[in-house]
């Protein structure tokens, strides 16, 4: 249950940070939704690496879609890829590998801030 939960907060947040911040934005969306809901460390991951994944491939698509493949087609001749689908298929995985990466930055953080607390009798 907290993976979907996360996904969806992945999801949002980095729809919401590409509106208003600027390209990083959209990581540190991912690394916050990582630090609100903290899971298992490979299904944090897994859910930065989807929820950015999938947010870009949809708008890559909508965006590919509404002006007829010419942009993409040329992008992808000058990167020596076969097709536009392979276009976005390359940014959405690495735009999904830096949410994941991101996802688990911001849980691994919460982690350590906890960890340090709970060695330290002051904070008890």
Same mark, same amino acid.
Request: aromatic letters at 12%; a positive charge; proline letters at 2%.
């Given at each position: 249950?907290?993976?979907?939960?996360?996904?969806?907060? %992945?999801?949002?947040?980095?729809?919401? *940070?590409?509106? &208003? @911040?600027?390209?990083? /934005? +959209?990581? =540190?969306?991912? !690394?916050?939704?990582?630090? %609100?809901?903290?899971?298992?460390?490979? *299904?944090?991951? &897994? @859910?930065?690496?989807? /929820? +950015?994944? =999938?947010?870009? !491939?949809?708008?890559?698509?909508?965006?590919?879609?509404?002006?007829?493949?010419?942009?993409?087609?040329?992008?992808?001749?000058?990167?020596?890829?076969?097709?536009?689908?392979?276009?976005?298929?390359?940014?959405?995985?690495?735009?999904?590998?830096?949410?994941?990466?991101?996802?688990?930055?911001?849980?691994?953080?919460?982690?350590?801030?906890?960890?340090?607390?709970?060695?330290?009798?002051?904070?008890?």
């Amino acid at each position: 249950m907290k993976f979907f939960i996360q996904l969806i907060l %992945v999801t949002l947040f980095t729809y919401l *940070a590409q509106l &208003a @911040a600027p390209w990083w /934005g +959209v990581f =540190l969306a991912a !690394g916050i939704a990582g630090m %609100v809901v903290r899971g298992k460390g490979i *299904a944090t991951f &897994a @859910a930065g690496l989807l /929820g +950015v994944a =999938l947010l870009w !491939g949809g708008q890559l698509y909508f965006i590919d879609a509404a002006n007829e493949s010419i942009l993409s087609t040329k992008v992808a001749a000058i990167f020596g890829l076969s097709s536009p689908f392979m276009l976005m298929l390359a940014a959405s995985l690495i735009g999904g590998l830096a949410g994941g990466f991101s996802a688990l930055t911001g849980k691994l953080l919460v982690d350590l801030v906890k960890k340090k607390r709970e060695q330290h009798s002051v904070y008890s």
